[in-house]
């Protein structure tokens, strides 16, 4: 599955990744947005508080 992260940048990220996937990612166990540096590719870092949207392309 591909997602497209779109940050409040607007940057643009595709990932190949299962949704579940990406959720345990950037949610933390209470499902809250974590507010922290989490890697999503290899050498490649974010702040799910600072994504604006996400997509499901397949």
Known sequence: MRIKV???SGKE????MEQN???SL????DESV???LIEI???LYINPS???SYEILD
């Open 6 to 8: 779109v940050m409040n």
């Open 13 to 16: 990220y595709v990932l190949q």
């Open 21 to 23: 996937d990406f959720q």
């Open 26 to 29: 950037v949610l933390t166990q």
């Open 34 to 36: 974590r507010d922290e």
């Open 41 to 43: 590719h290899p050498s």
């Open 50 to 52: 600072h994504i604006s």
